[in-house]
């Protein structure tokens, strides 16, 4: 399954090298963080040649949405977005972490939504949701984290 969202991941890099040189280095990383997140989501839906065709889907999807929201953010952005995510997974269950960029209206929002334990290795894990607010435009996505054994998180959808 590894294998099959790194090749979808790599797919999607070589689309966003292929956009126009000007969209800068925002759109291609979201981009190519968007279709490993979308590979990832979509290699969890189905089995067999389903399974396939939902991790490729689930990246182009997951590619293009994150080129929209990557054309729009800027390094301070991404920086809150990265550590409102980190700051979640700490949190109390359902406490938005907030931050509002002071130079524009784009807003990040990260909320723990949910705990557990891992099947197989019983690490903590917690669910949360992103919420990027971007020119007035809202778009959310989900994930999950596992706390390592030093402590530190470890992002596995």
């Known amino acids: 399954m590894l294998k099959k969202v790194v090749i979808a991941t790599a797919m999607v890099a070589m ?10 280095q925002k759109q291609t990383g979201g981009a190519v963080l968007g279709g490993l997140i979308g590979g990832l989501a979509g ?27 990557g054309a729009s953010l800027d390094k301070a952005d991404r ?3 990265e550590r409102n995510t980190y700051q ?3 949190a109390p269950l359902n406490q938005p972490i ?3 960029n002071p130079n524009n209206s784009n807003r990040v929002i990260v909320t ?3 705990e557990g334990r891992q099947q197989g290795t019983g690490a903590y894990c917690r669910e949360y949701q992103q919420t990027i607010i971007v020119g007035g435009r809202s778009e959310q996505a989900f994930g999950r984290a596992c706390q ?3 402590g530190s998180w470890k992002i596995v959808s």
């Open 79 to 81: 920086a809150a977005l």
């Open 112 to 114: 723990p939504t949910a």
């Open 15 to 24: 689309l966003a090298g292929c956009q126009n040189s000007n969209a800068g």
């Open 98 to 100: 907030v931050w509002d």
């Open 88 to 90: 979640s997974f700490n």
């Open 148 to 150: 390592q054994p030093d």
């Open 43 to 69: 290699s969890q839906i189905g089995g067999g040649s389903g399974k396939l065709w939902a991790t490729g889907a689930g990246a182009v999807l997951g590619a293009l949405l994150g080129s929209e929201i």
